[in-house]
Every structure is written in C-alpha cells, then in structure tokens.
C-alpha cells in the first residue's frame, strides 16, 4: 500500500533527506511512500495560496483519504493517527497527505479533504514538518505491530 504525500516546496534539503530516508527504509509492507513536490508559487499571499491549492486538487483524484496538514486542525496523538492509517490501509484505501504552502490552502482544498490533521498549534518549517509526518507514519505501523517503539 503506497501512501502518498503531496507537498509544496523544492526537494529536500540533504539534512532531512537523509533523516527522511532512514524512516521510509524501516517501513515494512504494505507501507512505502512515494512524494510528490510541486513547486512554490512565483505570486504571494492569496495568489499564491490558490495557484498552489489548484494544483495539489488536481493530485487528489483516484485517492480514497486525504489527510491535510494545517496547524488550524485536529490535534491526534500517534495511537490515534497509527488507528487511522491502519483502519484505512487494511481495507486498501488508497491515502495521500498534503502539505500546502508557506501561505496555507484554500477552503475549497479544506472542503475536499477527508481529515485535517494539526501537528501543534505552532507552525514549523515545511522540511521540519516532512520528517516529522514521516516519522509519524513509521511510528502508525509500530504501534500497530506491537513494538516497543512508541512508549505509552
């Protein structure tokens, strides 16, 4: 099961990378992730916050759940989200994540999502926040096996 993650922004800077790379190898199936990174807008502001919303919506067809990421959500802890991913990957949903742009995403993507997910009410760093949901879908399939991984 390939779960998607949909994010504005360059490649990943080397330091993350690696970091990011080190969780997607520990992942077991039917986990794996494939990243789609579209680019910032040239615009600002709203201009861009719709530019860039318009083409993550284009990426959303075929996809069964989509979580969005967006401080403005609902704050889980990991057992919760681990029950998510796992409820939706045992039935073969087809799951994508969006990470939107420095200027956040429109309603209308707001309203075309199954879920919005906030890591914390303070706003991080798009590279900061990939690792972080990386990490976050490695430790979903360790709480879900059983692993010492995730201490309650």
């Not at 860039?52 to 989200?81: A, N, Q």
């Amino acid at each position: 099961m390939s779960l998607h993650i949909i994010a504005i922004g360059k490649k990943h800077e080397d330091w993350v990378g690696t970091a990011i790379e080190r969780y997607q190898k520990r992942l077991k199936q039917p986990f794996s992730v494939e990243w789609v990174l579209l680019p910032h807008s040239s615009y600002e502001e709203d201009k861009a916050r719709q530019e860039e919303s318009e083409r993550i919506l284009t990426k959303l067809s075929g996809y069964d759940f989509v979580i969005l990421l967006d401080e403005r959500g609902k704050m889980i802890d990991s057992p919760t989200l681990g029950a998510m991913i796992n409820e939706r990957v045992s039935h073969s949903a087809k799951i994508a994540f969006v990470i939107g742009g420095a200027y956040g995403v429109t309603e209308q993507l707001r309203q075309a999502v199954q879920f919005i997910w906030s890591l914390s009410p303070l706003v991080f760093p798009h590279q900061l926040v990939r690792l972080m949901l990386i990490e976050q879908i490695y430790r979903s399939q360790q709480i879900e096996a059983g692993s010492s991984y995730h201490h309650q």
